[in-house]
């Protein structure tokens, strides 16, 4: 029997014949594991540096750039798929049956968080400090989030697969390129979905209080250590003077 009725395997052989019955011996592994690494601050670019940042890839979450708060978060997940199989071979009639032995999905996010070194106060730092922080932890509750649904998605997928078969032996890597394509697929869905999702829960963080606040605590704090740096800049020069 051919267990993937979802896929397209056009010019594949499935070997008509009543003699080979292709059944699973026991349900497939599934692992899906969200991994988050501590986060890395950089305090080295402009405020107009920061707006230039290209990522040059394409996040399932909202946009990293925070141009109006002087930061910027990189959050990309890394999503890595590894695929086992198991295969049954027939030599008699040059056929084989295949199926899932054990999928794992790892889920890594790497959080930087970039900030403004044209902001010297400490209050003003701090400030957007806590809120891309607020940004990268929507990014891992969603990712774990994610992860938990991914694997109840790929347990339903896979109860409808059943195992692959029998087809012609010589077509085994494209048979399996056809079953990890399913997996993607699946993946892919699942993705999509909840970036929808992680619009909208991002863009509370990025509500219009949140930039006013950030913006009221930066001017005011900036103009007092800008005002502090002249005088100590005044008192140094009054010293040097005396000192003469």
């Not at 990293?64 to 708060?69: I, L, P």
Request: charged residues 25%; hydrophobic residues 30%; negative net charge.
């Amino acid at each position: 029997m051919f267990g993937l009725d979802l896929m397209t395997v056009g010019g594949l052989l499935i070997l008509a014949t009543n003699s080979i019955q292709c059944t699973v011996p026991k349900a497939p592994q599934i692992v899906v594991n969200p991994v988050t690494h501590d986060i890395k601050y950089n305090y080295s670019y402009s405020s107009e540096e920061l707006s230039r940042v290209d990522t040059g890839s394409v996040s399932p979450y909202a946009p990293n750039v925070d141009a109006s708060t002087g930061g910027l978060r990189h959050d990309t997940p890394l999503i890595e798929t590894s695929l086992s199989w198991g295969v049954k071979t027939y030599r008699h009639a040059g056929a084989s049956c295949m199926w899932y032995d054990k999928i794992s999905v790892t889920i890594t996010l790497r959080p930087e968080i970039y900030v403004s070194k044209d902001y010297k106060s400490d209050s003003c730092r701090e400030a957007i400090l806590q809120h891309e922080e607020r940004h990268v932890q929507v990014d891992r509750i969603v990712m774990n989030r994610y992860a938990q649904e991914l694997g109840i998605a790929l347990q339903n997928k896979l109860k409808s697969v059943g195992a692959v078969g029998p087809y012609n032996e010589s077509r085994q890597d494209e048979m399996q390129a056809a079953m990890t394509q399913y997996i993607e697929d699946t993946i892919n869905a699942q993705e999509a979905k909840i970036q929808e999702e992680m619009k909208g829960l991002q863009a509370q963080v990025d509500s219009l209080s949140e930039y006013e606040t950030i913006s009221k605590i930066c001017h005011v704090s900036e103009r007092e250590e800008t005002q502090r740096r002249l005088d100590r800049a005044a008192r140094t020069e009054r010293n040097q003077l005396y000192n003469r």
